[in-house]
């Protein structure tokens, strides 16, 4: 059975950092396009950050720009997502998502995807 499995949220305070980790099982990762996706309390989810099969294409949400960093390490099937300057905005619950076939500009829309992790919270407060 395909599945993806979220780990690393957590509290943090302002200014600090997290890595989140996207682990598939039951498939491997490498012919998908993975993308980070975060939903806040009575927020529409929205798309955080992108990476194409093999690494070369990502993308990335305006607001977190300079401050997230996707990777993947196809070899561990997993997809990572560094956070740093972190924000009490970012608090949500966070989502990595996967597609076989996508059209890499479409990569930040949700409707997007087939497969879906159950969500790490990840909360930004002092």
């Known amino acids: 059975q395909l599945q993806l499995v979220e780990s690393g949220g957590g509290l943090v305070q302002p200014g600090g950092s997290l890595r989140l980790s996207c682990a598939a099982s039951g498939f491997t990762l490498d012919y998908y396009v993975i993308g980070w996706f975060r939903q806040a309390p009575g927020k529409e989810r929205e798309g955080v950050s992108c990476i194409s099969s093999r690494g070369g294409n990502t993308n990335y949400a305006d607001s977190v720009k300079g401050r997230f960093t996707i990777s993947r390490d196809n070899a561990k099937n997993t997809v990572y997502l560094q956070m740093n300057s972190l924000k009490p905005e970012d608090t949500a619950v966070y989502y990595c998502?996967?597609?076989?076939?996508?059209?890499?500009?479409?990569?930040?829309?949700?409707?997007?995807?087939?497969?879906w992790g159950q969500g790490t919270q990840v909360t930004v407060s002092s």
């Open positions: 998502a996967a597609i076989k076939v996508l059209l890499f500009r479409r990569c930040m829309f949700h409707d997007e995807y087939d497969y």
